[in-house]
């Protein structure tokens, strides 16, 4: 199916304070998952697979770490009309604000996108981890004579208090919207889903901020600048006066929103079988490396991920995630962490000539569990980080503890025999 009507437009999202230390000095969407992608990689290679080749990316925190992934990744043919482009928030005579919400940053952005012949614009979440074909939500907007379309999943009454709530009718078309409802409203807002659905007791349409609008119709919805926010505002307004349907998915899907959602869906990856599935034709994107293959010696692996370029001597690695040219000392122990590598090898010579005690990585005989660790980190011998809910919430310049998990800051030092 050829989607050459289709314009995407990925929302970076905001300051991505619940990511934080991780949002610190990088946009939600450039934050590493997996080891070798970032977040941005998953819309966008949904888009790709979808045939949709045309992609804007709005952002306006620290967008300077994914201009440079996105400016070496996505390369397409001289004779292509394929782009992926990255669209910051900017003062021009119409605006001198930054982007106020989710509608006012395709509002102060409309201008970019009206530059582009386009019959349908596909808007998508920057901080989301799933595998969806959008060819077949494309379709079945356009056999509908949809103005609108949202992507809804089934959700469980407990989970729904969290989420924007559908209500349907027979045709798919949306009633009703709540944000966020509490539990006691939750009575009448069931929907019609399948049958393996029931069965979860997941009996509520949420929405996942994925929507398609017919383009007149958004150019339309964009003149009123007092609309700021598509889910709290836009939508619940136009469910009444537009033809609105919805678009059930039951796949795997995530909303990567805070640290321990962001931790879970990383060690998931090493499940015998993973929710979110890396191993299939539907391929994720990312920079292509240039990295020799990972050199492991002496160490017992057990539901592992390894990225390329590491060199690992650990004697022990479960449940883990390692990300692209890390390094772990002998005798180290590593359990239930995410370890999102380095952005560079050092020379024994640069680090004698510099005095560094603490090299790149994991030194030796550490301990390390229930953590997260940032790119380019100094983990000495010795270190003993045992993370779990025993552990209160607090920060110091070099690590932030966030419901249990010991998050270690990008590029921090933590000394020889450090306990945590």
């Given at each position: 199916m050829?989607n050459d ?5 990925i929302l970076g ?6 990511l934080?230390p991780?949002?610190a000095?990088?946009?939600?969407p450039a934050?590493s998952?997996?080891?070798?992608y970032?977040l941005?990689?998953?819309p966008i290679s949904?888009c790709i697979?979808?045939?949709?080749k045309?992609m ?13 992934h ?12 394929a782009?992926v482009?990255v669209?910051a928030a900017?003062q021009?005579?119409?605006s001198?604000?930054w982007f106020q919400g989710t509608?006012d940053a395709v509002?102060?952005?409309m ?5 582009n012949?386009f019959?349908?614009a596909?808007i998508l979440s920057g901080?989301?981890?799933?595998n969806?074909?959008f060819k077949?939500?494309?379709?079945k907007?356009k ?13 469980n009454?407990?989970e729904?208090?969290?989420f924007?709530i ?7 078309e949306?009633?009703s919207?709540?944000e966020k ?5 939750l009575g009448d ?11 979860e007791g997941?009996?509520y349409?949420a ?5 398609i609008?017919n383009?007149d119709l ?5 003149e009123?600048?007092d609309?700021?926010d ?7 307004q136009s469910?009444n ?7 059930q998915y039951e796949g795997?899907w995530?909303?990567?929103?805070t ?8 060690l ?8 979110f599935?890396?191993?299939d034709e539907n ?6 490396r ?9 160490t017992?692996i057990?539901?592992?991920?390894i990225?390329?370029g590491?060199i690992i001597?650990?004697a022990?690695?479960e449940?883990?995630?390692i ?7 002998k005798?180290?122990t590593?359990?239930?962490t ?6 560079y090898?050092?020379s024994?010579?640069?680090?004698q000539a510099?005095?560094i005690?603490?090299?790149?990585g ?6 390390i569990?229930?953590?997260i660790?940032?790119?380019n980190c100094r983990?000495?011998?010795?270190v ?6 025993h552990l209160?919430?607090t920060?110091t310049?070099?690590?932030l ?5 010991v998050?270690?800051?990008?590029g921090?030092t933590i000394?020889k025999g450090?306990?945590?």
């Amino acid at each position: 199916m050829n989607n050459d009507d289709v314009l995407s437009i990925i929302l970076g999202g905001g300051q991505g304070s619940r990511l934080y230390p991780l949002t610190a000095e990088r946009s939600k969407p450039a934050v590493s998952i997996a080891g070798k992608y970032r977040l941005v990689d998953i819309p966008i290679s949904n888009c790709i697979n979808s045939n949709i080749k045309r992609m804007y990316v709005l952002t306006q925190f620290n967008s300077a770490s994914l201009n440079k992934h996105i400016k070496n990744t996505y390369h397409f043919s001289f004779f292509s009309k394929a782009f992926v482009d990255v669209l910051a928030a900017e003062q021009t005579m119409q605006s001198d604000k930054w982007f106020q919400g989710t509608a006012d940053a395709v509002r102060q952005s409309m201008h970019h996108f009206l530059q582009n012949d386009f019959e349908y614009a596909l808007i998508l979440s920057g901080d989301q981890l799933y595998n969806m074909d959008f060819k077949d939500m494309i379709a079945k907007h356009k056999e509908s004579n949809a103005e609108i379309s949202i992507a809804t999943y089934p959700v469980n009454k407990k989970e729904a208090t969290g989420f924007g709530i559908l209500k349907t009718n027979n045709e798919n078309e949306i009633t009703s919207f709540i944000e966020k409802p509490s539990a006691d409203l939750l009575g009448d807002w069931t929907s019609e889903v399948s049958d393996d659905m029931k069965g979860e007791g997941r009996n509520y349409l949420a929405s996942m901020g994925i929507y398609i609008f017919n383009r007149d119709l958004l150019v339309k919805l964009m003149e009123n600048p007092d609309t700021i926010d598509f889910g709290g505002e836009i939508i619940p307004q136009s469910i009444n006066n537009h033809k609105t349907v919805s678009y059930q998915y039951e796949g795997y899907w995530t909303d990567i929103g805070t640290i321990e959602s962001f931790f879970e869906a990383n060690l998931g990856l090493t499940d015998d079988v993973p929710k979110f599935n890396l191993y299939d034709e539907n391929r994720v994107y990312t920079r292509a490396r240039i990295l020799p293959t990972s050199k492991i010696s002496g160490t017992m692996i057990n539901k592992s991920v390894i990225s390329d370029g590491c060199i690992i001597k650990a004697a022990k690695i479960e449940r883990c995630v390692i990300g692209i040219r890390s390094k772990i000392g002998k005798e180290s122990t590593v359990l239930n962490t995410y370890m999102m590598g380095n952005d560079y090898y050092e020379s024994k010579e640069k680090v004698q000539a510099n005095k560094i005690d603490n090299l790149l990585g994991i030194g030796d005989r550490c301990h390390i569990d229930n953590c997260i660790i940032d790119i380019n980190c100094r983990i000495g011998d010795d270190v003993r980080i045992n993370g779990g809910k025993h552990l209160k919430d607090t920060e110091t310049d070099s690590y932030l503890i966030k419901d249990g998990i010991v998050v270690i800051k990008k590029g921090a030092t933590i000394p020889k025999g450090t306990v945590i």
